[in-house]
């Protein structure tokens, strides 16, 4: 098969981040893995739906350990390879770790698609790792009816400065450090409806690392950091104000997105992720609407691939925060508040 025939998302019934089991789902599915391994070494297991599993290496320093992966969101192998490198290497700084190595987990449809294209996927991910100054060691690949790309990735955090999903105080602010829209852009695709300059902003989006985190992990005054992902950011807001319970307020006139009109016309031609509708579904309960409009609804819904990282922020160091974000060339605004509640999240509008 010619490289330039290759379309990877014809070969997928999902989409990156989008592809992951719905949370009502997998709350079902962790239910039967029963409570967290008796081990006093281990900080963070799965007991917390935190980004990655956190070890005490018994120094000040423990292991932190997270694995991602998932189907095609875009066409091309290369910049596949790369949005799912980034995106596996996020839970590492999520955590304000500093990612050490990576294993590469390949699945592979030997029967439809060339190795030669696999090939590409992989140097897409040696090139992401190559720029968060880590090696691509190794890895593992399987026969599979689709193609799946991710890593294994370790890192290593200073227990003092260890940043966790939960941890957010009423009176917090709210910060996201990358734009939302993506699983709106990549369906576009998926469609044949896509603007190229949609696609591509949506590609360097999901490539650019959350570096970040580990230049906020000393920052005391950030109590609760999480990267968002597939359940969107009013899902993975959740898991935040419930691990605290407190009330997450977004002001959707302050989230950051990609070209707002372009996804406003992306949602009026019908250009919405099946994971939408399935975190829609799974949480939307215990999201509280307001006058918010369907769009941003959607919006908070969305299935983020690679997407930024969420914090809640002291107000006493909301500038140096900001400061921080802005120098990374991150978005340095706050996108809403923390308050006293029961673990939901609220649309203002």
Known sequence: MKEEEVKLTRYSHGAGCGCKIAPGVLDRILGELGAQADDPMLIVGHGARDDAAVYDLGDGTAAVSTTDFFMPIVDDPHAFGRIAAANAISDIYAMGGRPLMAIAILGWPVDKLDPEVAGKVLEGGRSICAEAGIPLAGG?????????FGLAVTGRVNIAQLKKNGGARAGDVLFLTKPLGVGMVT??????????????????????????????????GVHAMTDVTGFGLAGHGLEMARATGVDLVLDVRSLPTLDRSALVGYHAKGCIPGG????????????????????????????????????????ASRDRVAKVLLDAGCHPHPIGEVVAGEGRVRLRS
Do not use: W
């Not at 593992?140 to 799946?148: G, L, R």
């Not at 949609?198 to 920052?219: C, D, F, K, Q």
């Not at 829609?280 to 941003?296: K, L, N, W």
């Not at 819904?301 to 930024?308: E, F, I, L, M, N």
């Open 140 to 148: 593992h690949s399987i026969d599979s009816p689709e193609p799946i």
């Open 276 to 315: 939408t509708r399935r975190n829609e579904a799974s949480y939307g309960a215990h999201v509280d609407a307001g006058s918010a409009t369907d769009f941003d609804l959607d919006l908070v819904c969305d299935p983020q691939t690679s997407g930024g990282l969420l914090l809640s922020v002291d107000r």
């Open 187 to 220: 369906t576009a695709q998926k469609k044949g409806l896509v603007e190229a300059q949609h696609l591509e902003a949506a590609e360097r989006n999901m490539t650019r690392l959350n570096s970040v985190g580990a230049s906020l992990a000393p920052i005391d």
